[in-house]
């Protein structure tokens, strides 16, 4: 089974703010260090942008933080709309590469990452929210979203990956 694990809208625009900066850090090093382990595996990371940020996609609102570490096997995928796979590439990238399994993290947990997380589901994918890998706009969006949707830890990831 292949997985896909989505890092959704980390973007400048969106959160690089001094109001979310110890939820960017913490977010930001669950999904590197899960991120990191799928890549090992040969599994796939996809960094999805939203072009609907201050100044589109040729501003530097438009670029990913510099928290979140990107692989040069990485996919990206361009988005106008909350999900993820609507009008994109992205649910054909995830079956042509046999994904079965997707994992959502990034921003905001109460819109996009909802959003993809369903949109997932829709197609065919089984999803699941990374553990402490979603910012919420909202207090409470990130602890809601994963109190009401399948979750997977970085620890549960790491045993996924490990050789047998």
Not at 51 to 80: C, F, H, M, Q, T
Not at 126 to 143: C, K, N, T
Request: hydrophobic letters at 35%; a negative charge.
């Amino acid at each position: 089974m292949t997985v896909a694990m989505l890092i959704i809208d980390m973007q400048v625009g969106f959160i690089g703010d001094e109001k979310r900066k110890d939820d960017v850090r913490v977010a930001s090093e669950y999904i590197n260090y899960s991120a990191n382990l799928l890549r090992r595996s040969g599994h796939i990371v996809v960094h999805v942008q939203d072009e609907d940020v201050e100044g589109g996609r040729e501003s530097s609102n438009y670029e990913i933080v510099p928290s979140i570490e990107r692989a040069s096997g990485d996919l990206y995928v361009n988005k106008k709309w909350s999900n993820s796979f609507w009008n994109t590439e992205l649910e054909s990238m995830l079956k042509e590469r046999g994904v079965r399994y997707v994992i959502v993290s990034g921003f905001a947990a109460e819109h996009c990452v909802l959003f993809t997380y369903n949109g997932a589901s829709e197609r065919g994918f089984s999803p699941a929210v990374l553990q402490r890998g979603v910012i919420g706009e909202r207090e409470g969006s990130a602890e809601t979203l994963q109190r009401d949707r399948a979750v997977i830890s970085h620890n549960v990831i790491g045993w996924l990956t490990e050789k047998r």
